[in-house]
Nanobody, 126 residues
Framework: QVQLVESGGGLVQAGGSMRLSCVYSGRPGSTPGMGWFRQAPGKERDFVAA????????YYADSVKGRFTISRDNAKNTVYLQMDGLKPEDTAVYYC???????????????????WGQGTQVTVSS
């Protein structure tokens, strides 16, 4: 049973920084591609960032490019999202997803992820 557990959310002022973590477990010997998505009230779950299983490639939504950084530590089964220069419009519930089976290049589609965490709230005050 694959499990993903996010942590690190909270309240921060605009311009501040925050780091989210996502620990995945349940399939030893298999390393998934990982992604971060976010969902604001009344809106769809949107792509934020993704990283390949090796960590060699990372992808970002235009809205966060240059401000957010995704990274991973496969020895710890953990993926991180470093968020700098936060804006009020970044306020959302952030979810990490694990992609074991999805086709190559589908990192930006929430439907391509096989497992999700429970989400962590990030609130940016103005």
């Amino acid at each position: 049973q694959v499990q993903l557990v996010e942590s690190g959310g909270g309240l921060v002022q605009a311009g501040g920084s925050m780091r989210l973590s996502c620990v995945y477990s349940g399939r030893p010997g298999s390393t998934p591609g990982m992604g971060w998505f976010r969902q604001a009230p009344g809106k769809e779950r949107d792509f934020v960032a993704a990283i390949t299983w090796s960590g060699d490639n990372a992808y970002y939504a235009d809205s966060v490019k240059g401000r957010f950084t995704i990274s991973r530590d496969n020895a710890k089964n953990t993926v991180y999202l470093q968020m700098d220069g936060l804006k009020p419009e970044d306020t959302a519930v952030y979810y990490c997803g694990a992609q074991y089976y999805g086709p190559a290049g589908s990192y930006y589609r929430s439907g391509a992820y096989d497992y999700w965490g429970q989400g962590t709230q990030v609130t940016v005050s103005s």
